[in-house]
Nanobody, 120 residues
């Protein structure tokens, strides 16, 4: 089993910045990918950004140029630096990880979610 612990959410004014972090622990043989999703009230959960073990990154079009995802492989931790925040970025942000627990078995895991509110 793998646990994901998130931190860094909160209230910020439009144009401000926040950094989210997520640390993975437990039965980890190799991490395939880690990333962040978000879900606003009344909307579906959507991918914000993710990074793979190969170093590639993907971003939602709505956050390109404003958000940056980084991963500390040694610490099994992923960070989401969010700049120039907008009210429409308000959502619960969820950490996601796809992890091999051995050579053949892998699973997808979610954090508990952290609230990000962008408001004046």
């Amino acid at each position: 089993q793998v646990q994901l612990v998130e931190s860094g959410g909160g209230l910020v004014q439009p144009g401000g910045s926040l950094t989210l972090s997520c640390e993975a622990s437990g039965s980890i043989f190799r991490i395939i990918a880690m990333g962040w999703y978000r879900q606003a009230p009344g909307k579906q959960r959507e991918l914000v950004a993710q990074t793979t073990s190969g170093g590639s990154t993907d971003y939602a079009d709505s956050v390109k140029g404003r958000f940056t995802i980084n991963r500390d492989n040694a610490m099994n931790t992923v960070y989401l630096q969010m700049n120039s925040l907008k009210p429409e970025d308000t959502a619960v942000y969820y950490c996601n990880a796809r992890v091999y627990s051995d050579y053949v078995s892998w699973g997808e895991y979610w954090g508990q979610g952290t609230q990000v509110t962008v408001s004046s």
